[in-house]
């Protein structure tokens, strides 16, 4: 059995275990976020937390909007905080963003 495939295995059930009711529209981009080269020297449950994170803040609030009205990246950051954690609660995540802690992704 190859690395890659014991690495995605591995993805697999952490994707599974931190997003249980995450819809395969989202698992899918995720997933493939967490298996990109940049995030190989990562644990799979912290490559799957950063995508998972990415990929709520661009695709389900308006970071991406505010972004472009000129914020910078930690203003927009801290005005979707609570966006990305209602997309997590709803897909009962087992973590959240801690509005304390400094953005992981």
């Known amino acids: 059995m190859s690395t890659g495939t ?3 295995r591995a993805i697999n059930k952490a ?10 529209s989202d698992s899918e981009p995720i997933r493939s976020a967490a298996s990109a080269p940049h995030m190989r020297s990562l644990p799979p449950p912290i490559a ?4 998972a994170v990415a990929h709520v803040r661009h695709q389900h609030t308006d970071y991406d909007a505010l972004r472009d009205e000129g914020y910078d990246k ?10 990305i954690n209602r997309k ?3 897909w009962r995540a087992t ?3 801690d509005p304390d802690e400094e953005d992981p992704s």
């Open 15 to 24: 994707l599974t275990l931190l997003l249980p009711a995450v819809p395969y």
């Open 88 to 90: 997590l609660t709803e």
């Open 74 to 83: 930690e203003s927009a950051r801290f005005f979707v905080l609570d966006a």
């Open 6 to 8: 014991n690495r995605q």
């Open 95 to 97: 973590r959240l963003l």
């Open 48 to 51: 799957v937390w950063l995508a």
